[in-house]
Nanobody, 119 residues
């Protein structure tokens, strides 16, 4: 059984920082893209950032210059460093990964972690 376990969400004042972590576990051969999505109340889930296995990164325009995604290939972990947080960053953040297993590929989601930014 494979799973993604997230940590690091919480409450912070505007202008503050948080760091999210997401660790993949299970019988994983390799991990391709890893990323973070978020869903604010009443809105659709949107991609925040993702990173490929060669380190290429992509960010949604609203977080460029404030958020940094990184990954640790040994620990099968992806991080999201969030700085200069704004109230509009408030959302449930979900980790996502494209996994190569022994006989198949599988897209997996984390359970979500709540980030609340107060003004």
């Amino acid at each position: 059984q494979v799973q993604l376990v997230e940590s690091g969400g919480g409450w912070v004042q505007a202008g503050g920082s948080l760091r999210l972590s997401c660790a993949a576990s299970g019988s994983i051969v390799s991990i391709n893209n890893m990323g973070w999505y978020r869903q604010a109340p009443g809105k659709q889930r949107e991609v925040v950032a993702y990173i490929s296995n060669d380190g290429t990164t992509h960010y949604v325009d609203s977080v460029k210059g404030r958020f940094t995604i990184s990954r640790d290939g040994v620990k099968n972990t992806v991080y999201l460093e969030m700085n200069s947080l704004k109230p509009e960053d408030t959302a449930v953040y979900y980790c996502n990964a494209d996994l190569e297993l022994m006989y198949r590929y599988l897209e997996v989601w984390g359970q979500g972690t709540l980030v609340t930014v107060s003004s």
